[in-house]
């Protein structure tokens, strides 16, 4: 069982910048793929990025590519989406998410977290 935790949220002008992070619990998270997801207001809930269990390798949506980078620290069981040059239209909540490598679809979430672009 593995249990998700976001922070890192808030409130920023366009242009700027913000780091939110995805706190594991599980001693067994290091082997879980992971990922960010975002539902814009009134949208249906979009991909954004996922990171290999390792690290080693990640995807992106084209619409944040060159200006997100997802990371992991696997000692500290935390997932990271660094957000750079950002854009009202990145307002959205914003999911962590995760599951085994075997598994196909994500399977565990995480509550969420606003970010709010001002333009």
């Known amino acids: 069982q593995v249990q998700l935790v976001e922070s890192g949220g808030g409130l920023v002008q366009a242009g700027g910048s913000l780091r939110l992070s995805c706190a594991a619990s599980?001693?067994?998270?290091?082997?879980?793929?992971s990922a960010w997801f975002r539902q814009p207001p009134g949208k249906e809930r979009e991909f954004v990025a996922a990171?290999?269990?390792?690290?080693?390798?990640?995807a992106y949506a084209d619409s944040v590519k060159g200006r997100f980078t997802i990371s992991r620290d696997n000692a500290k069981n935390t997932v990271y989406l660094q957000m750079n040059s950002l854009k009202s239209e990145d307002t959205a909540v914003y999911y962590c998410?995760?599951?085994?490598?075997?598994?196909?679809?994500?399977?565990?979430w995480g509550q969420g977290t606003q970010v709010t672009v001002s333009s």
């Open positions: 998410a995760a599951r085994r490598t075997s598994q196909n679809e994500y399977y565990y």
């Open positions: 599980g001693r067994t998270f290091s082997t879980y793929a």
């Open positions: 990171i290999s269990w390792s690290g080693g390798s990640g």
